[in-house]
């Protein structure tokens, strides 16, 4: 009996041992079974971010080569991607081969980030990204001309912007002496050389001379000027050019060509920044007074020296490599004969002076270039003296028949920047034909005399062959010139808002997009985002997230 009993114990302690074995399986099968559920939802999760990163807006990428999603899915509303996920972890959780049955309870969108936040900061990341596959620093250095090594090399750039920028103290001073010494000196006897006549363009005054006459002095000039009026005042002669407006000078033949329809600029990305622009309102040279009010232009040439001599950011470099890769303009015309639409035919033109039309950005940059050119052609001029004393004959001329002696100094500087005024629209339309002109200028480089100022419309701008400049890189004067395309990199980097080319650049995405994608409006752009869900499965609840980033 008793032994009967001790079997009865063991099967007791058996079948408890096999309960609790079989306890432990069913738990761990169903730790394994949550875990799954859990990881099979945390996939699913993700493969909904994959699905939304998946619907970035294809014109944004094929052209420009940003990644951005348009949240509102054009116009659909902002819940419309919530909804997109939902469906889409409603239709991989719930299949009917599948073992779990999920319950998608929520699904959020959070911490959206904008291509247009903190002043396009996301915009910046993926043009950085995206340029240093395609443009490596070292070689947008080459392009730009070292523009932003801020190294003292052999190129001799920090050396000439330095005499540019201490000249002006040299000009005032000499004036102040002259004034001091009292009087001009001019001497009516003074004998003028064949060379000056020619220059003057009053050769003609030796076709009577035999070879016992005496040489020409400045009196004879002032009484061959009374009868033939050959010499006329400068200032007379820009006057028409000022009223006919800077591109019928400089690009006479293309004016026709340029849009003068307003783009509707109310909606972009830059319709609610106020950045500060340039002035184009160049000096009067009526008077004395016209050369003294130089303060503002001085200012600005003393910042492109800056920049010259300064370190540019790795990431401004390659904002301006992107905008010359991916826009076209006057000189870098990269999409100007394909399919595509272009609300701006020049679009770097508008990214830099965001006008609305055309003709008035191109206008704009022909101005700025004036500008930038003025200030090394003025200093040139009132430091040659050669230059210094044509303008001095040439008021002399004018003066002395009038009795207005008095005039001849400030008359004399009045011309000097009359002529390197002219000077300057000739360094524009050179750039607008896509030579290159020297930073400097010299007595080989200077391309206008004096009498031809009156013609400045007419004035050829010659032309520089491939050959030609192979054989100017062995000469530091031409190594020194710039083209178009490097000014306009200087000018880009010199913008007094410098976030505001960026907007710009998505202004110019979003109205090419919108001719094929009326709604989309690239302020709905998101780049990177984080989707929160919450899942239920037999009664078990899991609060998941994913991270969606097309930031590097």
């Known amino acids: 009996m008793e032994h009967k009993?001790?079997?009865?114990?063991?099967?007791?302690?058996?079948?408890?041992?096999?309960a609790v074995c079989l306890i432990l399986v069913i738990a761990v099968l169903q730790g394994v079974r949550i875990h799954e559920a859990k990881s099979r939802g945390y996939q699913?999760?993700?493969?909904?971010?994959?699905?939304?990163?998946?619907?970035?807006?294809?014109?944004?990428?094929?052209?420009?080569?940003?990644?951005?999603?348009?949240?509102?899915y054009y116009g659909r509303g902002e819940g419309y991607m919530e909804e997109r996920a939902m469906d889409y972890l409603r239709s991989n959780l719930n299949s009917r081969q599948s073992l779990y049955a999920f319950d998608v309870v929520d699904c959020?969108?959070?911490?959206?980030?904008?291509?247009?936040?903190?002043?396009?900061?996301?915009?910046?990341?993926?043009?950085t990204d995206y340029m240093k596959e395609k443009l490596p620093v070292d070689a947008a250095r080459i392009l730009f001309g070292e523009f932003g090594s801020g190294e003292s090399g052999d190129n001799g750039y920090e050396n000439e912007y330095s005499k540019e920028t201490d000249a002006w103290p040299e000009i005032w001073r000499k004036s102040r002496e002259r004034s001091e010494e009292g009087g001009t000196g001019i001497d009516l006897d003074r004998q003028v050389s064949d060379q000056e006549l020619r220059e003057l363009g009053m050769e003609d005054i030796m076709k009577d001379r035999t070879a016992d006459s005496a040489p020409v002095t400045v009196e004879d000039l002032i009484n061959y000027n009374q009868e033939n009026h050959v010499l006329e005042d400068p200032r007379k002669s820009l006057s028409p050019m000022y009223s006919k407006g800077i591109l019928y000078l400089v690009m006479p033949d293309r004016v026709s060509d340029l849009s003068t329809e307003d783009v509707n600029l109310s909606k972009v990305p830059s319709a609610n920044m106020q950045g500060s622009g340039w002035s184009y309102l160049i000096p009067n040279f009526?008077?004395?007074?016209?050369?003294?009010?130089?303060?503002?232009?001085?200012?600005?040439?003393?910042?492109?020296?800056?920049?010259?001599?300064?370190?540019?950011?790795?990431?401004?470099?390659?904002?301006?490599?992107?905008?010359?890769?991916?826009?076209?303009?006057?000189?870098?015309?990269?999409?100007?004969?394909?399919?595509?639409?272009?609300?701006?035919?020049?679009?770097l033109e508008y990214i830099l002076m965001g006008k609305a039309s055309d003709a008035e950005n191109v206008k704009a940059v022909a101005n700025r270039l004036l500008v930038i050119r003025l200030i090394p052609n003025m200093i040139y001029?009132?430091?040659?003296?050669?230059?210094?004393?044509?303008?001095?004959?040439?008021?002399?001329?004018?003066?002395?028949?009038?009795?207005?002696?008095?005039?001849?100094?400030?008359?004399?500087?009045?011309?000097?920047?009359?002529?390197?005024?002219?000077?300057?629209?000739?360094?524009?339309?050179?750039?607008f034909q896509g030579e290159r002109v020297p930073v400097i200028k010299s007595d080989q480089t200077w391309q206008l005399s004096i009498t031809n100022i009156a013609?400045?419309?007419?004035?050829?701008?010659?032309?520089?062959?491939?050959a030609q400049r192979q054989d100017n890189m062995e000469d530091q004067d031409a190594s020194l010139g710039l083209n178009y395309s490097e000014y306009m990199a200087i000018m880009l980097a010199l913008m007094p808002d410098s976030n505001m080319k960026y907007y710009r650049m998505l202004d110019v995405m979003e109205l090419n997009i919108q001719e094929a994608v009326p709604e989309f409006e690239i302020e709905h752009g998101i780049d990177e985002f984080r989707l929160q869900t919450q899942l239920e499965e037999h009664g078990a609840a899991w609060y998941l997230e994913g991270v969606g980033s097309y930031i590097p």
Request: proline share 3%; net charge negative; hydrophobic share 40%.
């Open 44 to 72: 699913a999760v993700l493969g909904a971010v994959r699905s939304l990163k998946g619907d970035y807006q294809p014109d944004l990428f094929r052209r420009y080569h940003i990644f951005a999603i348009d949240d509102t």
């Open 381 to 431: 001029a009132f430091t040659d003296k050669e230059m210094e004393m044509q303008a001095e004959t040439v008021a002399t001329i004018i003066c002395v028949p009038i009795d207005m002696e008095a005039l001849i100094e400030p008359l004399t500087y009045v011309f000097l920047a009359c002529w390197g005024y002219a000077e300057s629209i000739m360094d524009v339309k050179a750039l």
């Open 108 to 127: 959020a969108v959070v911490d959206r980030h904008y291509l247009v936040e903190d002043d396009c900061a996301d915009l910046k990341l993926q043009i």
């Open 5 to 18: 009993r001790n079997k009865g114990q063991v099967t007791v302690y058996a079948c408890g041992i096999t």
């Open 455 to 466: 013609a400045l419309a007419e004035q050829e701008v010659p032309k520089t062959s491939n």
């Open 286 to 347: 009526t008077g004395i007074s016209g050369i003294q009010n130089l303060t503002s232009y001085i200012k600005e040439d003393r910042e492109l020296s800056s920049f010259r001599q300064g370190q540019v950011q790795e990431n401004e470099l390659y904002g301006i490599a992107y905008a010359f890769d991916s826009f076209q303009g006057i000189q870098n015309p990269l999409y100007q004969d394909d399919a595509e639409y272009h609300a701006f035919d020049y679009e």
